[in-house]
């Protein structure tokens, strides 16, 4: 059995006045993965680890207790 034809047999399962929510979420899903084809990817630089090292100490009292 295809995913297809299980998606379509649980929807069936599903009450007929839950079916607009079920077709909303369809609908807004399927318009999402139209809007990720538009998009550039984006590409992300790594940035170097320790860049500010030496700018910032962590303040003794970070490691007592919570009140």
Do not use: C, W
Request: proline share 7%; no cysteine.
């Amino acid at each position: 059995m295809l995913i297809q034809d299980q998606i379509i047999e649980e929807i069936k399962k599903i009450p007929k006045d839950k079916h607009a929510e079920i077709y909303d979420l369809v609908h807004y899903f399927r318009l999402g993965l139209s809007q990720e084809k538009q998009r550039q990817p984006i590409t992300v630089k790594q940035r170097p680890i320790g860049l500010s090292k030496g700018n910032f100490q962590v303040p003794g009292s970070f490691f007592e207790p919570l009140t």
